[in-house]
């Protein structure tokens, strides 16, 4: 795959860069710019490496739905415009994280990784062949997933209806209770 | 003896029984359970005299632990234990008949004891630490409930409490004591051999931690705080769980894996020394005791230090038989007592107490012969026998300090016990409208007294004849000495002399029972607060870890996950 | 350096990059962004499996963990929406009431 070097490395640095633009800039509707164009550059380097599906979907679904999605509650949000600056421990623990996130992984992923196949297949047949194959179980629970996940925004974002009160009245005989519904 | 191994069961069809209710009645709950303790009884005499082993091995039962077979075992030890635990438990539950006639929680109480007596059972037939310590919490855990079984009352939930909490030191070393066991070290009889002391630490480690679990359980140490306190629970409950067996496991646990103690030197020292020490300081504590049943406790703790001693010598068929006869003198003393507490309307404090044992002439007769074997009345009671045996065995043992030093604690022993009896049975009469007769209730709990008499007296005769029976389990004993050995007598002049000092003392003055202020209060000693306070600063300090802040907490999650990885690659 | 130790290490980096933003971004919805990088780091690394191996099976799984970050976007952006609606400024430390 060395003659990709040149695409994936150009695909690599704005990936990068984008996310860097994500973490760096103040204003959060920069940053969701930033992210599409790195869930863009995401796809472009998805699809240099031959996985047509996937490069597809992130398209559509990633860049299409979720980063607009973003786009929108971020302008939803009160003071979406500037972000306050962090403070210097803050900035601090984010740098202790990612040197110790760094260093983790680089031990743990250290030994290397196989060349890539010779021979493969990654078209629509063969990722059809597969979610109906042996991830048949996951496909179809991702189904229910997403319902759950649309019932659950809506339950967050709603709002208690004030329940309709009913007042006691003095029970007198020979009178019949009367309820009365107020809002 | 193959049914001996199913004898954790008996109580149960009883304990469903009367949890669903079937004596429809609630002052008739209770009957169903009555047939199960009668019948482990039986069968455990049976077995006893039939003699034998039966084994139950069910393999990796619990494959997260080394050794996690279920194994049971029944020998004749296990027999003599389980005959003590019908005995005794067949008793308390008539008793008990009597006693808690009036009490609305009767059929919890039922229940509560079945699940106690099956979880004993099952400790008792444990043939390796897996099942052992399932059993162990087991039996944990029916105390605690049966301990603060009155909820509503102030202070016994608390005592409750101390006691889980003491237990839980002792699980806490039996469960580490079965992790460290190899696996393939079958069952407890043989933890003394080489391949079960190749873990880490060896054999010491290994007798080192049962030492703490046993002495968690039968209230040695630092760790008795808990078993005074005990004495919240219901009267019947002392008698049974608190004086005759549940404390008796320790003792039971460290004389069946007697071998184990034996290649284990400082360990056994160490025994020595904890049943030495608690023994004359309880004794010396029950001098100061202002509750009835309290002082009665602190007496279970100095002899359970007798028995520890016992076994620490190298002699646990000495103390196996000092545990067999101190079951039947000791429930005797707390069923006695508790008819005195229960004619008074519940009250325990000795200023309240005074004098009205006059009025309970069964409960009067019982609680004599029952200090007369306490202090070791040779020949006509039985806690001479065994007493004798362990004193004796000291003596002559590697370190004759155990054994000199426990003879001087019998005066002790005579001294507290004589005071008990006067202050309650012996002073003038007081006022006869302060106590209540039930004659029905009395007559069950008298008559259950009846045969711990016979046992307080005769028990002491039946030694050779265990003995005989024990050589199997135990591996060699020492004969047992004569009634007549000189050391026995003079044991007996020393307690005799206590109980006379006490009965002279008591009876010249008037307000004998210093009445300090909580005389019937159940609160933890100050020590034992100390350290729950010390816990609870501990647990406030690491709240503060929740700052409520979500990049805190995400800051968190990223570095246990770089540990994780990090770790993961150094083990490999 | 070969190609694909070169995507390894984007991803890896982007993986730290990500966890960086999110402990210092203040505003909620951005925090979720840079969960959403770390996410697409992960999903980098599985295709990269994929093509190592020649099988499809891989590239099925990064299109279902495609569809988990869809699920997870929408309960992460409702939570922040409700926690920050009524409050004068979306910040993240002002809503620490949850604590021990």
């Given at each position: 795959m060395d003659d990709l070097f040149v695409p994936l490395l150009i695909g690599c640095l704005i990936a990068l860069g984008s996310a860097l633009g994500v973490v760096l800039v103040r204003r959060p509707i920069y940053s969701a710019v930033a992210l599409l164009v790195h869930s863009l550059s995401l796809a472009g380097l998805f699809a240099i490496l031959s996985a047509a599906m996937v490069a597809v979907g992130q398209v559509l679904i990633y860049s299409g739905a979720i980063v607009v999605l973003f786009l929108f509650v971020v302008t939803l949000l009160p003071t979406g415009g500037q972000e306050l600056a962090p403070a210097g421990n803050r900035v601090a623990a984010g740098v202790i994280a990612a040197a110790a996130l760094l260093v983790a992984l680089g031990a743990t992923l250290g030994g290397g990784i196989p060349p890539v196949a010779a021979t493969f297949d990654l078209s629509v047949a063969a990722v059809g062949h597969a979610l109906f194959g042996p991830l048949l179980v996951a496909f179809e629970l991702t189904a229910p997933l997403l319902l759950v996940a649309i019932v659950g925004g809506v339950v967050v974002w709603r709002r208690h209806e004030p329940r309709p009160r009913i007042s006691p009245r003095p029970v007198t005989t020979g009178e019949p209770r009367k309820l009365v519904l107020h809002r | 003896m193959g049914l001996l191994d199913w004898a954790w069961l008996f109580t149960l069809p009883g304990l469903i029984l009367t949890a669903l209710g079937v004596p429809r009645d609630q002052r008739q709950a209770g009957y169903a359970s009555l047939a199960g303790p009668i019948v482990m009884l039986l069968v455990a005499i049976v077995a006893f005299i039939g003699g034998g082993q039966a084994a139950v091995d069910v393999p990796n039962w619990l494959p997260f632990l080394p050794d996690g077979d279920f194994r049971l075992l029944a020998d004749p030890l296990s027999a003599l234990m389980l005959a003590i635990l019908g005995f005794v438990a067949s008793l308390v539950y008539i008793y008990s008949l009597g006693y808690m006639a009036t009490d609305p929680g009767r059929r919890r109480f039922f229940v509560y004891l079945d699940l106690f007596v099956a979880t004993m059972a099952l400790l008792v037939l444990a043939g390796n630490l897996a099942v052992l310590l399932i059993g162990w919490t087991g039996v944990g855990i029916s105390s605690f409930l049966l301990i603060s079984f009155w909820r509503d009352r102030p202070g016994t939930l608390g005592a409750g409490l101390q006691a889980l909490a003491a237990n839980a030191v002792g699980d806490g070393a039996l469960l580490l004591a079965a992790s460290l066991v190899p696996s393939g070290c079958g069952s407890l009889v043989t933890l003394n051999t080489a391949q079960c002391t190749a873990g880490v630490g060896g054999a010491e480690l290994l007798a080192l931690l049962l030492l703490v679990a046993a002495a968690a359980k039968s209230a040695q140490g630092p760790l008795y705080f808990w078993l005074p306190n005990a004495m919240a629970g219901p009267t019947p409950i002392s008698a049974l769980i608190h004086a005759a067996t549940m404390v008796a496991a320790g003792v039971y646990v460290l004389a069946r894996t007697h071998a184990l103690i034996g290649e284990a030197p400082t360990t056994s020292l160490l025994i020595c020394v904890i049943g030495v020490v608690t023994a004359l300081a309880a004794s010396a504590a029950s001098l100061f005791q202002a509750n009835f049943k309290k002082g009665i406790a602190y007496s279970t703790v100095a002899q359970l230090g007798y028995m520890f001693a016992g076994v620490g010598v190298g002699a646990p068929f000495a103390g196996l038989f000092h545990l067999f006869t101190h079951a039947a003198f000791k429930a005797l003393l707390f069923l006695a007592a508790g008819v005195v507490i229960h004619g008074a309307g519940g009250l325990e404090g000795l200023a309240d107490l005074r004098g009205l044992g006059r009025f309970f002439r069964f409960s009067r007769a019982g609680f004599l012969i029952g200090s007369l074997a306490l202090i070791g009345?040779?020949?006509?009671?039985?806690g001479s026998f065994s007493k004798d045996a362990i004193i004796d065995a000291g003596i002559t043992s590697a370190r004759p300090w155990v054994g000199w030093l426990l003879l001087l604690g019998v005066v002790l022993t005579g001294l507290y016990i004589g005071r008990l009896f006067t202050i309650v049975y012996m002073a003038p009469a007081g006022d006869p409208h302060a106590v209540h007769h039930d004659a029905a209730s009395e007559r069950l709990m008298d008559w259950s007294l009846v045969p711990l008499m016979v046992g307080a007296i005769?028990?002491?005769?039946?030694g050779s004849w265990l003995m005989g029976r024990l050589t199997g389990p135990l591996g060699d004993i020492e004969p047992l000495p004569s009634p007549f050995a000189i050391t026995g007598w003079i044991a007996f002049i020393l307690g005799a002399v206590g109980f006379g000092a006490a009965y002279w003392y008591a009876l010249r003055q008037p307000g004998a029972a210093p009445a300090r202020a909580g005389a019937t209060s159940y609160a933890a000693a100050a020590w034992v607060a100390w350290i729950a306070r010390g816990g609870y600063a501990l647990s406030a300090g690491l709240a503060r870890i929740q700052s409520g802040l979500l990049p805190v907490y995400a800051f968190g999650s990223l570095i246990a996950l770089a540990v994780v990885l990090l770790a993961r690659e150094f083990i490999r | 350096m070969s190609s694909e130790v070169l995507v390894l290490g984007t991803a890896v980096l982007l993986f730290a990059i990500g966890g960086a933003g999110a402990l210092v971004h203040r505003h909620p919805v951005a925090m979720l962004m840079c969960v959403e990088i770390m996410l697409n780091a992960a999903n980098l690394v599985i295709v990269l499996g994929a093509r190592v191996r020649g099988l499809a099976d891989a590239e099925s799984a990064a299109l279902i963990v495609l569809v988990l970050a869809a699920a997870e976007a929408v309960i992460g952006l409702a939570l922040a929406l409700a926690l920050f609606r009524r409050r004068t400024t979306a910040d993240i430390d002002t809503a620490a009431e949850l604590h021990g």
């Amino acid at each position: 795959m060395d003659d990709l070097f040149v695409p994936l490395l150009i695909g690599c640095l704005i990936a990068l860069g984008s996310a860097l633009g994500v973490v760096l800039v103040r204003r959060p509707i920069y940053s969701a710019v930033a992210l599409l164009v790195h869930s863009l550059s995401l796809a472009g380097l998805f699809a240099i490496l031959s996985a047509a599906m996937v490069a597809v979907g992130q398209v559509l679904i990633y860049s299409g739905a979720i980063v607009v999605l973003f786009l929108f509650v971020v302008t939803l949000l009160p003071t979406g415009g500037q972000e306050l600056a962090p403070a210097g421990n803050r900035v601090a623990a984010g740098v202790i994280a990612a040197a110790a996130l760094l260093v983790a992984l680089g031990a743990t992923l250290g030994g290397g990784i196989p060349p890539v196949a010779a021979t493969f297949d990654l078209s629509v047949a063969a990722v059809g062949h597969a979610l109906f194959g042996p991830l048949l179980v996951a496909f179809e629970l991702t189904a229910p997933l997403l319902l759950v996940a649309i019932v659950g925004g809506v339950v967050v974002w709603r709002r208690h209806e004030p329940r309709p009160r009913i007042s006691p009245r003095p029970v007198t005989t020979g009178e019949p209770r009367k309820l009365v519904l107020h809002r | 003896m193959g049914l001996l191994d199913w004898a954790w069961l008996f109580t149960l069809p009883g304990l469903i029984l009367t949890a669903l209710g079937v004596p429809r009645d609630q002052r008739q709950a209770g009957y169903a359970s009555l047939a199960g303790p009668i019948v482990m009884l039986l069968v455990a005499i049976v077995a006893f005299i039939g003699g034998g082993q039966a084994a139950v091995d069910v393999p990796n039962w619990l494959p997260f632990l080394p050794d996690g077979d279920f194994r049971l075992l029944a020998d004749p030890l296990s027999a003599l234990m389980l005959a003590i635990l019908g005995f005794v438990a067949s008793l308390v539950y008539i008793y008990s008949l009597g006693y808690m006639a009036t009490d609305p929680g009767r059929r919890r109480f039922f229940v509560y004891l079945d699940l106690f007596v099956a979880t004993m059972a099952l400790l008792v037939l444990a043939g390796n630490l897996a099942v052992l310590l399932i059993g162990w919490t087991g039996v944990g855990i029916s105390s605690f409930l049966l301990i603060s079984f009155w909820r509503d009352r102030p202070g016994t939930l608390g005592a409750g409490l101390q006691a889980l909490a003491a237990n839980a030191v002792g699980d806490g070393a039996l469960l580490l004591a079965a992790s460290l066991v190899p696996s393939g070290c079958g069952s407890l009889v043989t933890l003394n051999t080489a391949q079960c002391t190749a873990g880490v630490g060896g054999a010491e480690l290994l007798a080192l931690l049962l030492l703490v679990a046993a002495a968690a359980k039968s209230a040695q140490g630092p760790l008795y705080f808990w078993l005074p306190n005990a004495m919240a629970g219901p009267t019947p409950i002392s008698a049974l769980i608190h004086a005759a067996t549940m404390v008796a496991a320790g003792v039971y646990v460290l004389a069946r894996t007697h071998a184990l103690i034996g290649e284990a030197p400082t360990t056994s020292l160490l025994i020595c020394v904890i049943g030495v020490v608690t023994a004359l300081a309880a004794s010396a504590a029950s001098l100061f005791q202002a509750n009835f049943k309290k002082g009665i406790a602190y007496s279970t703790v100095a002899q359970l230090g007798y028995m520890f001693a016992g076994v620490g010598v190298g002699a646990p068929f000495a103390g196996l038989f000092h545990l067999f006869t101190h079951a039947a003198f000791k429930a005797l003393l707390f069923l006695a007592a508790g008819v005195v507490i229960h004619g008074a309307g519940g009250l325990e404090g000795l200023a309240d107490l005074r004098g009205l044992g006059r009025f309970f002439r069964f409960s009067r007769a019982g609680f004599l012969i029952g200090s007369l074997a306490l202090i070791g009345t040779p020949l006509i009671t039985a806690g001479s026998f065994s007493k004798d045996a362990i004193i004796d065995a000291g003596i002559t043992s590697a370190r004759p300090w155990v054994g000199w030093l426990l003879l001087l604690g019998v005066v002790l022993t005579g001294l507290y016990i004589g005071r008990l009896f006067t202050i309650v049975y012996m002073a003038p009469a007081g006022d006869p409208h302060a106590v209540h007769h039930d004659a029905a209730s009395e007559r069950l709990m008298d008559w259950s007294l009846v045969p711990l008499m016979v046992g307080a007296i005769a028990f002491g005769w039946l030694g050779s004849w265990l003995m005989g029976r024990l050589t199997g389990p135990l591996g060699d004993i020492e004969p047992l000495p004569s009634p007549f050995a000189i050391t026995g007598w003079i044991a007996f002049i020393l307690g005799a002399v206590g109980f006379g000092a006490a009965y002279w003392y008591a009876l010249r003055q008037p307000g004998a029972a210093p009445a300090r202020a909580g005389a019937t209060s159940y609160a933890a000693a100050a020590w034992v607060a100390w350290i729950a306070r010390g816990g609870y600063a501990l647990s406030a300090g690491l709240a503060r870890i929740q700052s409520g802040l979500l990049p805190v907490y995400a800051f968190g999650s990223l570095i246990a996950l770089a540990v994780v990885l990090l770790a993961r690659e150094f083990i490999r | 350096m070969s190609s694909e130790v070169l995507v390894l290490g984007t991803a890896v980096l982007l993986f730290a990059i990500g966890g960086a933003g999110a402990l210092v971004h203040r505003h909620p919805v951005a925090m979720l962004m840079c969960v959403e990088i770390m996410l697409n780091a992960a999903n980098l690394v599985i295709v990269l499996g994929a093509r190592v191996r020649g099988l499809a099976d891989a590239e099925s799984a990064a299109l279902i963990v495609l569809v988990l970050a869809a699920a997870e976007a929408v309960i992460g952006l409702a939570l922040a929406l409700a926690l920050f609606r009524r409050r004068t400024t979306a910040d993240i430390d002002t809503a620490a009431e949850l604590h021990g």
